[in-house]
């Protein structure tokens, strides 16, 4: 398992798998071919289904300017080692190819391509780092510093900036979001109306909501955002954290280290199973993102290592089968709702955790065992191709309206 440098990640939305890897992709082609006067790109599988509405063509388009490029949508296709890859061929001025590069996005942002980053965690299952931490008498966001060294916390301080950055944009802005479901951004009207509430648990809840959906929205309309552990999901660590620091004071401090935590439980998940929408749906996605939060929401109320432990089990078991079914193949219905949802689940999960003892009886290696199986045998219309489930009956309504 390597640093959770490479689980965040700051980028352009809407997509970590659509949109920031292939950008990456492209960059490298760059790199590689300095002089290449055009391009063909073959987009496969769940890139092909969905790269439009999430912006993929726009990615590679501009990042591969002033050359030209020529893609090619196969979603019925795929290559063999991942529902999302990409095939690349780059020409000289007169036609004859340069070099050709397959390259898969893996979720997160991230490639197969990418060279390992130099960390390498001792243990791989997150019961070997419980056992670890307790041996030792050490708390999660220790043990990250163990292994990652204290450059690690100027790496989340830049993370923690980002992402209070996008919740701010996402606040301040208004009007609707760019796609074909001319979605109205709510964040800001979500703030406003919480303002009218009182003290207690309404004001707390449309409060998270509105921060959720503040990062969710930028991410939609392809601001800058962070992925937690991707950009789908993105809008759930930060809205919860923000909420809880301004709700009891935690210092920058308490953050970072809340980052961290959350950060080891997303890079357990990811490695050992999958944070692609495309590979395992969205309990890979949303599922983790509220396992993060759960986990850093925990220790900033003061949990144990165990219990910490419990509330990302919690956050993850409750999202198993989760579905991708992104209507219209934007990162939209249901995604901006169901982040706010699972920040909210998150906070829940943490305070139960609390409650207990932190025994229990499903671990949190279980269920990413069984999150990876369940992803696995879902459909592919269930798997970020938008060919089922709320974007086939969403689409099929607009096409055959109701009679008045």
């Not at 432990?309 to 919690?314: F, H, I, T, V, W």
Request: charged share 20%; net charge negative; glycine share 10%.
């Amino acid at each position: 398992m390597q640093s959770i440098k490479s689980l965040y990640r700051i980028g352009q939305g809407p997509s970590s798998s659509h949109t920031m890897a292939p950008r990456r992709a492209a960059q490298v082609m760059q790199q590689e071919f300095p002089h290449a006067h055009h391009y063909t790109v073959t987009l496969y599988g769940s890139l092909a289904a969905t790269g439009k509405g999430h912006l993929t063509d726009r990615a590679l388009t501009e990042t591969l300017a002033p050359c030209s490029v020529d893609l090619t949508w196969l979603p019925d296709e795929r290559l063999p080692d991942h529902p999302n890859g990409m095939r690349f061929v780059a020409f000289d001025p007169d036609h004859q190819p340069l070099g050709e590069r397959i390259f898969y996005s893996l979720g997160g942002g991230a490639l197969n391509t990418d060279p390992a980053d130099g960390v390498t965690y001792p243990d791989r299952l997150m019961n070997e780092i419980l056992k670890t931490c307790q041996d030792e008498g050490q708390s999660f966001w220790e043990y990250v510093e163990q292994v990652e060294g204290n450059e690690i916390w100027s790496f989340l301080e830049e993370i923690w900036t980002a992402m209070q950055r996008c919740i701010d944009n996402g606040l301040e802005a208004e009007g609707r979001l760019p796609g074909i479901l001319h979605l109205p951004r709510r964040a800001c009207s979500f703030m406003n109306k919480a303002r009218l509430m009182g003290p207690g648990p309404l004001l707390d809840e449309a409060q998270l909501a509105g921060y959720a959906y503040a990062v969710s929205e930028e991410n939609a309309g392809g601001g800058l955002v962070v992925t937690a552990p991707t950009c789908g999901a993105c809008g759930v660590v930060p809205a919860l954290f923000h909420h809880l620091q301004k709700q009891f004071n935690y210092s920058d401090r308490a953050i970072l280290r809340a980052l961290a935590t959350a950060g080891l439980f997303g890079n357990i998940a990811k490695h050992n199973g999958s944070i692609s929408g495309a590979e395992v749906g969205c309990q890979g996605e949303v599922g983790v993102a509220c396992a993060m939060a759960a986990a850093g929401a925990a220790q900033l109320l003061g949990g144990s290592p165990h219990q910490i432990e419990y509330a990302a089990e919690m956050g993850l078991e409750h999202h198993l089968g989760l579905t991708c079914d992104p209507v219209a193949g934007l990162v939209q219905i249901p995604c901006i709702e169901r982040n706010a949802h699972a920040a909210a689940r998150a906070l829940s999960c943490a305070r139960f955790a609390l409650l207990s003892d932190g025994q229990h009886r499903i671990c949190y290696d279980d269920v990413i065992t069984v999150m990876t199986e369940t992803g696995r045998a879902l459909p592919d219309l269930y798997r970020e191709t938008s060919t089922g489930g709320l974007a086939r009956v969403y689409l099929n309504r607009l096409k055959n309206p109701p009679p008045v």
